[in-house]
């Protein structure tokens, strides 16, 4: 972490930012606040450059087409791989996760080069988009509890040997590949399909990126009153039978 302050970076609020997914953001700060951290946030447009020196950065979902302006931005502009070279925690949900992968395929119709910050490949889906609240268990050697979100997405994510599953789906379809896998990790690098924000719904997720920032084993303890009170109500309606 740099001296002075958690450095969050946001990537393109303007291209990648579907379902709330700027709430993440709010979240990453608001929790590091909680633990009395100095935290100062940078909101990165798709024509600035991507600063090198965050310590967390956060990528949102988006449709097809704003995706792959934000991948070809993303390539041209490499800070974000030399902040992953760097040690940076990144954390991208649903068409930032498909970004961070080798290549996933584009509103065209073509394959698109991804970042290969993980593992991973996406391919288009021949049947019915992945849509609706999930459920599912976090890998666990990451120690987390039970993972929600709501997915939205046409993709199928393919996993590599260079990368684990983030999670494994009881409800809802996670990366589409129909094994179960839910999103992927790599040391410091998170992708997941989660929206909902993923990290309003987990706070618990939120933190780990705190901790790994800040390379602690533990934070002290921070209220989590309403977050609770969202994951309850989320999780009944996940499980209620329809
Ligand atoms: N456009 C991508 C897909 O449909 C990602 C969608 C999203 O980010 N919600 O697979």
Redesign the pocket.
């Given at each position: 972490m740099s001296e002075s302050s958690l450095r969050v970076v946001w990537v393109y609020p303007d291209l990648?930012s579907?379902?709330g997914d700027r709430g993440n953001a709010l979240v990453v700060e608001r929790r590091a606040r909680q633990r009395h951290l100095n935290v100062t946030r940078i909101d990165v447009r798709s024509d600035q450059a991507i600063p090198t020196s965050g310590d967390i950065y956060l990528i949102?979902?988006?449709?097809?087409r704003p995706?792959r302006l934000a991948a070809e931005r993303l390539r041209a502009d490499s800070g974000l791989v030399r902040a992953a070279e760097n040690g940076a925690i990144i954390f991208g949900?649903?068409?930032?996760f498909?970004i961070m992968g080798h290549e996933?395929v584009n509103d065209l119709g073509e394959r698109e080069q991804g970042l290969g910050l993980l593992d991973v490949w996406?391919t288009?889906?021949e049947g019915a988009?992945c849509v609706g609240d999930v459920l599912a268990d976090i890998d666990p050697r990451l120690g987390l509890p039970q993972l929600t979100g709501f997915?939205?997405?046409?993709?199928v994510t393919h996993l590599g040997q260079g990368v684990q599953p983030f999670a494994t789906v009881t409800v809802g379809r996670g990366n589409g590949t129909g094994d179960g896998t839910e999103g992927a990790w790599r040391d410091t690098v998170f992708g997941t399909y989660m929206?909902g924000p993923v990290l309003a719904r987990n706070p618990a997720v939120a933190d780990m990126l705190i901790r790994l920032a800040l390379d602690v084993n533990a934070l002290p303890p921070a209220d989590t009153t309403w977050y609770d009170a969202l994951r309850a109500e989320r999780i009944a309606a996940t499980t209620r039978p329809a």
């Open positions: 990648l579907t379902y949102g979902g988006g449709e097809d995706q949900v649903c068409a930032g498909q996933f996406t288009r889906g988009r997915e939205n997405h046409q993709g929206h």
